[in-house]
C-alpha cells in the first residue's frame, strides 16, 4: 500500500497490507497471548503504558513529522496533539485502579452471604480507528483497553498507517507483548476482514455511513460494540457576547485541523442583532489563517486528507450558492498539486442547503441569522446527527436553558472544539453509541462479572 503525501501526492512510504489469511492468524495469536496479559498483576501492564508515554515525549519530533507527513496536518498542530495525548495517558493511569478494583456490594454474617462485582477484561477487541486525531481517537480505546486486560487488534485507517505503525512499536517497546496489541494494515478491506473474526468487542471510530456497516457486521455476533461517529456541530452566538472574542474563538474552533474534527464547528446560529458584526470579524479571523506547507510552522491550514472529500466540499459550495448562499471567503479547491480547499465562509445560509445539514468535514462553514433562542435551538436540532453543540452568551442561565434543550452528547458554554479524559465523550443519534474517556471510558474495556458467594 502506497502512502502519501495529501499535500504534495509524493509517496511517503509503501507498507505491506494485511489480507483475510494474516488477519485471520493475528487474531489467533491475540486470542492465545490475552489471558498472560490479563492475569499480569495491574501495576504490570501500569508500566506499559508509562513507557509507552515515556517514548511518545522521547520521540516527539518524529512522531509529529510522520502524521504531518501522511494526513497533511500542520506541523504544529501535530505537535499539540501528541502534548495533549499525554493528559489523557495520565487520566487513564490515575483512575485505572479504583475503577478496576474488586467491589463487594453486599455481606451478611447471618447468612454468610456476599456479593462481589469483578471488572473482567472484554477480551480480545477490535480498535478501527480514524485518521484525523490517531492519537487522541487509538488511545482512547487501545490504552484503557489494555489496562483491562483486553489484546487489541489495532486498524489504524489507511490514511495514519505510519502513525499506527509508530503506536505498535512504541507499545512494544515498552513491554506490551507483540501479540497483544496487534497492528493490522490496510483500508475497508482489511477492516471488513477484521470484523469477520469473533472478537469480543468492537470499538470504531469513523463516518455514520462505514459506523452502520461495522455495527452491523458487530451485531451478528453479539460483539460489544461502540461507534464514535461524525457530527454536524453547531454553536449559537447570542447578542450579548463580546463580538470579536466570540468570532475568533470560533472561527479556530471551524478551521483548526482544517476543519476535520469529529467536534469541529459545522455551522453557527448568530443572533439578528449582531450578525453583520459578528460575520465581519469571523471572515477578517478566517482571512488571518495562513494556508500552507504544513511542515511549515507557520501554517494554520493544512492539506484536506482524503481527496474525494475536495468534491463533498465543492458540492456543498454550488449546492449553497444555487439556493441563495454568499461566499465571503474562499469557495473552491485550490488549484495545486496535492488536496487543497480554500478556507470557506458561506452565509445567508439555511436548513435546505447540504452544507447546514450533511457533514462537511473540511475548512468550510456556514453561518447562519436566528431572531431569537427558540428558533437556535430549533435549528440546533435539526439534525441527526448529536455530537457537541454549544452557545456563546454572557448569561449563564440562558446557556443553560439552551443547552439542556440540545440534543447532544456534550454542551459547551462559551468554548467549543474541546475534549476532556475526565468527561464522557459519546454522540447520540448518528453520533454513534457508546463511550470513551472519563471513568465510565474505562470500565466500558470491562465485563462486570457478579459473585454471589456463602461460606459454609
Ligand atoms: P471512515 O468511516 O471512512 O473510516 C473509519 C475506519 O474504518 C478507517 O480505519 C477505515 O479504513 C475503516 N473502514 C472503512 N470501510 C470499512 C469496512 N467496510 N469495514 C470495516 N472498517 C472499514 O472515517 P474516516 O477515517 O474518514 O474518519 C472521518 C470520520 O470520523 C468523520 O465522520 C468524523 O466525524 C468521524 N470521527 C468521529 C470521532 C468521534 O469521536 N465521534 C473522532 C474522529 C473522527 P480506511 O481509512 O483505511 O479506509
Known sequence: ???????????????????????????????????????????????????????????????????????????????????????????????????????????????????????????????????????????????????AGNAVLYKPSEYATLTGLHIAAMLHEAGVPADVFVPVVGGGKAGAALLRQPVDGVFFTGSFATGAKVGAAAGRRMAKVQLELGGKDPVYVCEDVDIETAASGLADGAFYNTGQSCCSVERIYVHEKIHDAFVAAFVASVRGFKRGDPLDESTYIGAVTRRPQLDVLRKQVVDARKKGARILAGGDIVNAKGNWFEPTVLVDVDHRMSVMKDESFGPIIGIQKVADDVEAVALMNDTAYGLTAGVYTRDAKRAKKILSQVRSGSVYWNCCDRVSPRLPWSGVGHSGIGVTLSTYGIQTFTRPKAWHLRAT
Open 1 to 147: 500500500m502506497k502512502i502519501l503525501n495529501p499535500a504534495t501526492h509524493a509517496v511517503v512510504a509503501e507498507v505491506a497490507e494485511d489480507g483475510a489469511t494474516s488477519i485471520r492468524a493475528k487474531y489467533a495469536r491475540a486470542r492465545a497471548a490475552q489471558p498472560a496479559w490479563a492475569a499480569l498483576p495491574l501495576g504490570k501492564r501500569l508500566d506499559t503504558i508509562r513507557g509507552f508515554r515515556a517514548r511518545t515525549i522521547a520521540m516527539r519530533d518524529t512522531l509529529a513529522k510522520t502524521l504531518t507527513l501522511e494526513m497533511g496536518k500542520p506541523i504544529r498542530q501535530s505537535r499539540n496533539e501528541l502534548d495533549g495525548l499525554l493528559g489523557r495517558i495520565d487520566f487513564f493511569l490515575a483512575e485505572a485502579s479504583s475503577v478496576l478494583r474488586d467491589e463487594k456490594v453486599f455481606a451478611d454474617a447471618k447468612t454468610k452471604l456476599e456479593e462481589r462485582i469483578s471488572h473482567e477484561p472484554l477480551g480480545v477487541v477490535a480498535n478501527i480507528s480514524a485518521w484525523n486525531y490517531p492519537y487522541f481517537v487509538g488511545a482512547n480505546v487501545f490504552v484503557p483497553a489494555l489496562i
